[in-house]
Structure formats: C-alpha cells, structure tokens
C-alpha cells in the first residue's frame, strides 16, 4: 500500500503553475463542500490537539492545570529507570524488525519465486498473506494458545522429544524473539507480495542467457534477481522508517505480569501513565519525547527516499 | 535444456522448505479451530482434531449477551465507519485531484504536516472527552476515519482516467459533484474497493481505540472482549499449581481457553469470506497506486 508513495503524494504541488484565477466560480465551491469533511475532520482531530503539547510543560492532572513548571516533567522522565528500559526495549523489538523482519520477506519471495509448481505456489501465498488480515489480538490469542505450556501444541512437541515445557510468552528474557517469529507468522506473505511483484517484472531473457553462460541457480539469483529488486528494497528500506515507533497494539496484547520487564514499549507505558495513572503532564512529555525521535526517522526517510526514487521526489515532500 | 543435480537439489530443498512454512502458517490455525471444538481441551496434545466434539463453547458465545454483544458492536462500527470513510474518501480524493484548484497546496500541506507531528496521546484523549466523545460508538468510528494516505491513492487512480469522460458530462452542464458520483466513482471500482476492504479490516481489528476510550463492556468491540477472556486465562496459568484441587476453578479456566478459541474462529470468518477480495483488491490498489500522481 505504502508505494503509492513512490512518486510523492506533494509532487504536484511543485508544478504547478501561479496564474491569475477565479476562486469562487460555482464549480469551486462545489469543490470546496466536497473537501469540506476532510478539512473539519483535520481541524479538529489532527490540529486541535497539537497545542496540548503544551501539557508537557505544566504541571496537568485530572483536577486540572496547576502551573507551568518549564522543564520538570522532562527532568523527572529522564530519571525514571522504567522510561529508559522502555526507551531501551522499543529499540530491541526495531533491532529485531530490522535483522529479521526486514530481510524475511525478500528471502521468502526470491525462493517462492523459484518454484516451479504453480499451482503449490499459490497456495503457499494464500495460506501465509491471510494472516496479515487477522487482528494482533487474534494472532496473540491464536499464539498464546500454541504456546501454553499446559495445553499448547509447541509445548506437545517439546513433550513428545523429551524435553521439559517452555512458556515462551512468560520468559521475558527470549520474548523479543518469540514475538519476532509471530511477527513473521503474521506479516512475511504480505510483505512479500511487493518484492513478488517486482520480480516478475524482471526481464526473462536475462535468465535465459545466464543460463546459456552457465550459471546455476545460486549465481542467477546473485547476479541478476538481488540487482533487479534493489530499487523495491531501498524504497520500502526508507519507507519502514515512518512510525517506527509505534508498537502499542502488537506489544500490549502479550503483555502480562511475568514478561514485562520486556514488553513495556515507549508506546505502551505512555497509555500506562497517562490514562491507567492519569499522570497527564508526565505522559504528554514521554510521547512528545516519542514523537521527537519519530519526526527525525521521518524526516531521514523523506531525505533518503529522495535518493532512492526515480523522479529524486521525497516521499512526503 | 536438463536441469543440473544442483538444481535439483535446490528444488527438492524448496519445495520441502515451503510445505513446511505452509504448515507452520495453518498448525496455529488448525489447532484453534480444533480446541474451539473439543469440550476436553487440555493437556499436551499435537493433534489437530477435537478429542471429545462439541459444539459447548460457540453455544456459550451465542447464549451469553456479554459475549455475542461485542460482535454486534464490532459489525456496527465495521458498516457504518467503511461506508463513511469510503464515501468521504473517496468525495476529498476528488478535490485532491483538481490540481489547479486554487487552494490545492494548501491541502496537501494541511494533509503532510500531521503526518509530521501530533498532539499525541493525552491531549487527543482531553479534546475528545471535552467532545463528550469518551465511551461512545461514535470515538470507534470516527478514530482513522479519513487518512491522507487513502486520499492519495484514490487521487492517484483518479488522475489516471482519461479527462475526456468527465470533460463530456460537464459540457452537458453537469456539476462537479454529479460528475463525482456518476463517471468518477463507477469507474474507480477497483480502488474503492481496495479501499472499502481495507477500512473493513481496520474497522473490524479496531482495538487501541477502543482500549483507550470504551469503559462501559456493553460497548466493546468483540477484540477488548476476546482480550479480557484470554488474559485471564493466562494469569490463571501463571498460578496453575495451585489449581490442582480447586475443581470449579479449574473448569472455569478451561471454559476461558475453550471459549477463547472459540471467539478467534468466530471473527476469523468475516475475514475468510472477503480473503478471495482482499488477495483481488489489495494486489489491484498496491498497484494502482504505483501509478504516476
């Protein structure tokens, strides 16, 4: 979905040309009420809120504001040990996204695109892009459930070897990973359907004459398939960056009193401060901390997406 | 040409690598399904079929109104938020679309610059509860009702259909608004309805939301529900052993991780029914939005 954004969703506001124009003809206004939901929903809902931001500078509880107390709030999150644990763990789970998660897909499509049974082919893609459709509280529920140590089938396995159960959603030590593999579970076939798309726009011929050289699969796939699909790993690279924070759903669905030494994201002990300890002040200062790492990461995707793509457009602008 | 034993190899390694990822993809599936059905689910067990059949806990989801009633919600704000995100979508994408609209850049900045920067949680969370908004049907709906990504790709399929049609209507004296719904949207099917399914999708897994703003239970969505009952399954296993002689106790966790699997395969069936459109769709709007803007 996101490479929509290819050609840069400001591109046109670049070309287009300053003339002398009658705003309120008829057919502009019907224009103008057309656009006019989209504006009020902004207004209200994306704009309203930004001078709350404020918050993060006075001393704000359920009773109210109090006073303005400058830099307090910040001082106070920078010397709570639990917000740089959560600061830490956000990192763990993007480190994983990166390592893993990123390559994954492309992996995935280059060797389902080797197979040659079309028919298997396409059932392996319906069965592994459906579950990008499921909510995370039905993959958590389906997981939780696979993983229970008592009744769960990975934990039957383990059994039926010998070994001894492992409650992979309670040990917070390889939760990171745990959750990494159900990530995949859940995302890998849809997000191989770009790369697989790509893939198929490669030319055939320069298959054929690498064969009539000789090269085995191996060099095929090295020396014609990675270069073809380097633009659509750069592009989607870059694109990754925008709310690369944002881990409350996945993360809060799995969160329970043994693992969240591991669970707690910036994103989830933000809900946790503001709305279960309405600590207003307190969280509105840890998300506008959030949003300042997120605006740069959105900003280098814009500067690099512009080297990546054809027209030299950013993503955003 | 024949294939070299290299690359027979590489094909048998293959084939024997995806049987095993489609099996690792439906397992996890097939085993909820198989609990959902079995009225002795517990114990370690690898099969895949119900020990004891019984259709107990789907009569539980259908007789308990504090059950079934979350999924009535989640079909209430899935209808009613798809159709009013797609219309008014679709009806903004159309004035997106008129690049020489004086005021066009200033849309699109008023569109790019929230994608920069929020209020984030807390002050959203104040404005809404100062808009009487806390613990309604309407936050649910309204929370992503209208995205600028959206807009843009239905912008982007707009600008790719050639400007005679419309330019034919409007010689016949047509406002823009009729041309909208009478040539633009007919012809825009295939990204309406990439973008109708996935504000369903979205609609139907809302969740956050609703966490953040829905306190009363009898306004739920079915995921808050389905949560609950799966999180107190799962602080009654962290203290298992204790459970050994308590009998009512135990009955009542197993009835939670029956029930549970229960409710996953009861919400997984809207989903199934418009997979074969979503795999349509999702591929047609993935691309069309490739389409030069």
């Keep these: 979905m996101e490479i929509a954004t290819k050609t840069g969703i400001a591109s046109d506001i670049k070309t287009s040309k300053k003339k002398k124009r009658r705003i309120f003809t008829s057919a502009n206004i019907m224009l103008y009420l057309m656009f006019l939901p989209v504006v009020i929903y902004y207004i209200i809902w994306a704009y309203v809120p930004m001078p709350g931001i404020a918050l993060a500078f006075a001393d704000f509880r359920t009773g109210g504001f109090k006073r303005w107390v400058g830099l307090e709030n910040f001082e106070f999150i920078f010397s709570l040990p639990f917000f740089w644990k959560a600061f830490a763990n956000t990192w763990i789970y993007i480190g994983l996204r990166y390592l893993i998660g990123f390559p994954a897909p492309i992996i995935f499509a280059i060797l389902l695109n080797e197979l040659r049974q079309q028919k298997f082919k396409k059932t392996v893609q319906t069965i592994s892009t459906l579950p990008h459709f499921l909510s995370w509280v039905i993959v958590s529920g389906i997981w939780i459930t696979l993983l229970s140590p008592s009744a769960g089938f990975i934990n039957a396995l383990r059994h039926a070897i010998g070994l001894e159960p492992y409650f992979y959603v309670a040990e917070f030590r390889t939760f990171p990973l745990t959750f990494q593999v159900i990530s995949e579970w859940k995302g890998i076939g849809y997000s191989s359907i770009i790369y697989l798309a790509a893939l198929a726009a490669i030319d055939p011929e320069m298959y054929e004459s690498a064969v009539l050289d000789g090269a085995g699969r191996l060099r095929q796939i090295w020396y014609i398939t990675l270069p073809g699909l380097k633009p659509t790993i750069l592009v989607l690279f870059v694109l990754s960056f925008r709310g690369i924070l944002n881990l409350f759903e996945p993360l809060y669905v799995f969160q329970n009193s043994a693992n969240i030494k591991t669970t707690e994201v910036l994103d989830t002990y933000i809900y946790k401060v503001g709305l279960v300890q309405a600590r207003y002040s307190v969280s509105t200062a840890m998300g506008l901390f959030k949003s300042t790492v997120g605006l740069f990461f959105t900003l280098l995707a814009n500067y690099f997406s512009k080297k990546v793509t054809e027209d030299g457009r950013g993503i955003l602008f | ?293």
């Excluded at chain 2, 989640?74 to 997106?96: K, N, P, R």
């Excluded at chain 2, 296993?237 to 106790?249: H, K, T, V």
């Excluded at chain 2, 029956?258 to 591929?283: D, E, H, R, V």
């Design chain 2, 1 to 293: 040409m024949k294939p070299s034993r290299q690359q027979k190899i590489f094909g048998v390694f293959n084939i024997a690598f995806f049987t095993f990822i489609a099996l690792a993809m439906l397992i996890p599936v097939l085993f909820v399904l198989s609990r959902s059905f079995d009225a002795m689910a517990t114990g370690l067990s690898t099969l895949l079929i119900p020990r004891k059949f019984s259709t107990f806990y789907y009569r539980l989801i259908l007789t308990d109104k504090g059950i079934y009633r979350p999924f009535l919600n989640s079909m209430f704000i899935t209808m009613v938020g798809t159709g009013l995100a797609v219309f008014l979508q679709a009806m903004g994408a159309y004035t997106l679309a008129k690049k020489d609209l004086p005021g066009h850049d200033f849309f699109i900045w008023m569109l790019i610059i929230p994608m920069l920067f929020g209020g984030g949680l807390i002050p959203s969370y104040l404005l809404n509860k100062a808009l009487g908004l806390i613990d309604t049907y309407r936050i649910l709906i309204i929370s992503g009702l209208i995205s600028a990504w959206n807009m843009f790709l239905i912008r982007n399929y707009y600008n790719s259909i050639p400007a005679s049609l419309p330019e034919s209507a409007r010689i016949d004296g047509a406002q823009e608004f009729k041309v909208f719904l009478s040539i633009i949207l007919p012809l825009s099917k295939p990204v309406i309805a990439a973008i109708a399914l996935f504000e369903g999708v979205s609609y139907w897994n809302t969740y956050m939301t609703a966490v953040i703003y829905i306190n009363s239970p009898e306004k739920y969505p079915f995921t808050v529900k389905l949560r609950q009952i799966i999180s107190v399954q799962e602080d009654r296993r962290s203290d298992m052993q204790n459970l050994a002689g308590q009998e009512e106790l135990l009955i009542q966790y197993l009835n939670n991780e029956g029930l549970g699997c229960a409710m996953i395969i009861l919400s997984m069936i809207p989903i199934i029914i418009a997979y074969p459109y979503l795999q349509k769709y999702f591929t047609k709007g993935l691309m069309v939005g490739s389409i030069k803007g």
